[in-house]
């Protein structure tokens, strides 16, 4: 609606197709091009409106696309310029049941990928360097998926140096657009502290070229992870670097209170 033209209109349909269902939303607004429509679904990527004072963050169809994968569902795109734009999403159409029994236990809505993740308490405390606060409320929120792990962030090379020395955090995510000095040189002065020399710490940048990364890993950066974020991966790489306390239920049994 906010991206139509005036007198502008919006359709919703909806209709079964097979053992689909699909709900499509039909504007008649300014409409995308073929090279848009490519990155439609790139995080914080707005194709320069922002510079016409229409409100966003530019990460709400990255969301929705991430939801629809998550069902098992697909969303498709047509548009032209001009002639506005149709999103389609398609999901498995659901069989009519009983009302739902409110003291029945939930079903698993847990992605397949996270299946294999060993249940248990995990801890840890992450320290993210970047001064585009959309990108640290992004990641905060990816964070929070995790389940034990803290994220604290600072928004310049200078204050995230300082916060790493004072916190020691487990992981330190660095952009590498700073601006004061590059994630680079935080990286450099790191390293050259003894307190903070150990410190894991990835880069996580927009450069995302073959050269950017193999110059990131050459740095010494443990890993370099590109934007736009890959939810998923992301997710997983932070269950793989903060694994689950798994409790040894045999031995906890052998030396339980009380016997």
Same mark, same amino acid.
């Given at each position: 609606?906010?991206?139509?033209?005036?007198?502008?209109? +919006?359709?919703?349909?909806?209709?079964?197709?097979?053992?689909?269902?699909?709900?499509?939303?039909?504007?008649?607004?300014?409409?995308?091009?073929?090279?848009?429509?490519?990155?439609?679904?790139?995080?914080?990527?707005?194709?320069?409106?922002?510079?016409?004072?229409?409100?966003?963050?530019?990460?709400?169809?990255?969301?929705?696309?991430?939801?629809?994968?998550?069902?098992?569902?697909?969303?498709?795109?047509?548009?032209?310029?001009?002639?506005?734009?149709?999103?389609?999403?398609?999901?498995?159409?659901?069989?009519?049941?009983?009302?739902?029994?409110?003291?029945?236990?939930?079903?698993?809505?847990?992605?397949? +990928?996270?299946?294999?993740?060993?249940?248990?308490?995990?801890?840890?405390?992450?320290?993210?360097?970047?001064?585009?606060? +959309?990108?640290?409320?992004? +990641?905060?929120?990816?964070?929070?998926?995790?389940?034990?792990?803290?994220?604290?962030?600072?928004?310049?090379?200078?204050?995230?140096?300082?916060?790493?020395?004072?916190?020691?955090?487990?992981?330190?995510?660095?952009?590498?657009?700073?601006?004061?000095?590059?994630?680079?040189?935080?990286?450099?002065?790191?390293?050259?502290?003894?307190?903070?020399?150990?410190?894991?710490?990835?880069?996580?940048?927009?450069?995302?070229?073959?050269?950017?990364?193999?110059?990131?890993?050459?740095?010494?950066?443990?890993?370099?992870?590109?934007?736009?974020?890959?939810?998923a991966v992301f997710i997983v790489a932070l269950h793989r670097l903060f694994p689950a306390a798994v409790e040894d239920t045999a031995?906890?049994?052998?030396?339980?209170?009380?016997?």
């Amino acid at each position: 609606i906010k991206y139509n033209r005036a007198g502008g209109t +919006v359709r919703v349909e909806s209709h079964g197709a097979g053992g689909e269902a699909v709900l499509s939303v039909r504007d008649t607004g300014r409409g995308l091009t073929r090279e848009q429509i490519a990155s439609l679904f790139e995080p914080f990527n707005r194709f320069g409106v922002e510079s016409e004072g229409i409100e966003g963050t530019g990460i709400g169809l990255t969301i929705v696309k991430a939801l629809v994968d998550g069902m098992g569902g697909k969303i498709d795109v047509e548009s032209s310029p001009g002639r506005g734009t149709v999103f389609s999403v398609t999901l498995q159409a659901a069989a009519l049941v009983e009302p739902i029994d409110s003291d029945a236990p939930e079903a698993d809505t847990v992605p397949d +990928v996270f299946d294999a993740m060993p249940p248990g308490a995990r801890s840890g405390t992450i320290l993210y360097i970047e001064d585009n606060q +959309v990108n640290v409320l992004l +990641v905060e929120e990816l964070v929070r998926t995790v389940g034990g792990v803290t994220i604290v962030s600072e928004p310049s090379g200078a204050a995230g140096v300082e916060r790493a020395v004072a916190l020691r955090p487990d992981l330190v995510l660095v952009d590498l657009q700073l601006p004061d000095f590059d994630g680079y040189e935080v990286l450099r002065r790191l390293r050259a502290d003894a307190r903070t020399r150990a410190i894991p710490c990835i880069a996580l940048s927009a450069n995302a070229m073959r050269e950017d990364i193999e110059r990131g890993l050459a740095s010494g950066f443990t890993d370099y992870w590109t934007k736009p974020i890959d939810f998923a991966v992301f997710i997983v790489a932070l269950h793989r670097l903060f694994p689950a306390a798994v409790e040894d239920t045999a031995e906890s049994a052998e030396h339980s209170p009380g016997e």
